[in-house]
């Protein structure tokens, strides 16, 4: 009875704990294969959710929903063993947006951290990302998708690259 | 403070008699104490998650010295904000304590220090888990199912045990210890971790060490009575 105080320092995960990794996307050229390439203004939203994915939580409104950068990290869901993207290319231009949707297959295993964090889950074996278009246009702003890394067991790699 | 003044004058007085009466000389009583911790026993009818049986026992061999043991045997289920787990086993104290309380007259309670080295075998059930989601977008925080087993698990630790015992009736004592663990071996479940262990409580990430405690109501069985010599009673005034 003495031991089940719950504010130990044991109970809270540490930020520091490399808990379950994303998938990190790296945006390069379409030509010019080596060179980074900023994505404009990217919104990204898994196929079945409501919301968004939030870049960052310390901006206000529609900003935290997009991104301008050349590499972005994802969550995968662990409890299935396929997530699918909505990646809108200058999602805040209504005339200029373009949408392709991603569909990533993998396996996850879970591994025990510790009594705080619990678990965390990491992919293997992703499979090439599987690329359709919402209105079947083939209006596609992916040119090229290539997995570079298929085990996702740190967030800091680079697994993925996309040419645009 | 007078009044205790005036008994201890009056209970030295006491000893001074017995120093004359023969019929009267302080005598040491030595047997086998045996006994349960009630908290365990309390916990199994209130706690549906907790089932433990302990059962106490010291036998003395010198003015100060008792060899204690304890033996006993857990079954409980933890139920943390990320994993649940159960936790079946038994275990086996064995050590000795050092009392330091001079009794009078025919008493026979303790204030002890005592140490012990103890051996456990246990088994760890993986019950339930969460994922830790670096990013909760997702909204995955499920408890999953596992039910994974690990048999055969043993763990040797060492106790401090500070306590103490009183005669509540004739021979009928309880007591109550605080004991400090200190993991010496063991051996983990692949995969998963030793979070609690029969015996020795919760194990924390800091450090080999664990705490706990006891509340025993145990019952003493007269074997020997040994006389004191008078020098003792008058070394003591």
């Known amino acids: 009875m003495l031991v089940t105080t719950n504010c130990e320092k044991d109970d809270i995960c540490d930020p520091a704990t490399e808990t379950t990794p994303m998938l990190t996307i790296e945006f390069y050229d379409a030509v010019e294969t080596t060179i980074l390439k900023n994505v404009q203004n990217l919104t990204v939203q898994e196929i079945n959710s409501n919301e968004r994915l939030n870049f960052n939580s310390d901006l206000l409104g529609t900003p935290q929903y997009t991104i301008t950068a050349n590499k972005i990290s994802i969550p995968l869901k662990s409890l299935e063993l396929q997530t699918t993207y909505r990646l809108i290319f200058n999602a805040n231009n209504d005339d200029t947006k373009n949408e392709d949707i991603v569909q990533f297959n993998y396996q996850t295993q879970d591994i025990y951290l510790n009594r705080a964090c619990g678990f965390k889950t990491i992919y293997q074996n992703l499979t090439q990302p599987i690329v359709s278009n919402p209105n079947n246009d083939n209006l596609f702003w992916i040119n090229q998708m290539q997995v570079t890394n298929n085990q996702i067991n740190s967030s800091k790699d680079v697994h993925v690259k996309i040419y645009f | ?237």
């Open chain 2, 1 to 237: 403070m007078l009044k205790y003044i005036f008994s201890f004058f009056w209970l030295g007085s006491l000893v001074l008699m017995a120093q004359q009466d023969s019929t009267f000389v302080k005598t040491d009583r030595y047997g086998l104490r045996v006994g349960a911790d009630l908290s365990r026993l309390a916990r199994s009818f209130y706690d549906k998650n907790y089932q433990g049986l302990e059962v106490v026992g010291d036998f003395r061999i010198s003015k100060k010295i008792y060899l204690a043991a304890e033996i006993g045997n857990e079954n409980k289920t933890t139920e943390d904000a990320r994993v649940i787990f159960t936790t079946k086993g038994s275990y086996l104290k064995i050590g000795a304590d050092l009392n330091f309380y001079e009794n009078w007259l025919d008493m026979d309670n303790q204030i002890y220090l005592g140490l012990r080295y103890a051996i456990g075998t246990f088994s760890q059930q993986l019950d339930q888990y969460r994922i830790y989601q670096t990013n909760p977008y997702l909204g995955e925080n499920q408890w999953i199912a596992s039910g994974e087993k690990w048999d055969g698990l043993t763990a040797q630790w060492a106790e401090f045990v500070l306590g103490f015992k009183a005669e509540t009736f004739k021979n009928l004592y309880a007591g109550f210890s605080l004991r400090l663990h200190f993991l010496v071996t063991q051996s983990q479940p692949g995969g998963f971790e030793n979070l609690y262990i029969p015996g020795f409580n919760r194990t924390y990430n800091s450090g080999n060490f664990g705490v706990g405690f006891n509340y025993t109501l145990s019952y003493f069985i007269p074997i020997i009575k040994k006389q004191r010599t008078p020098k003792e009673v008058t070394s003591k005034i």
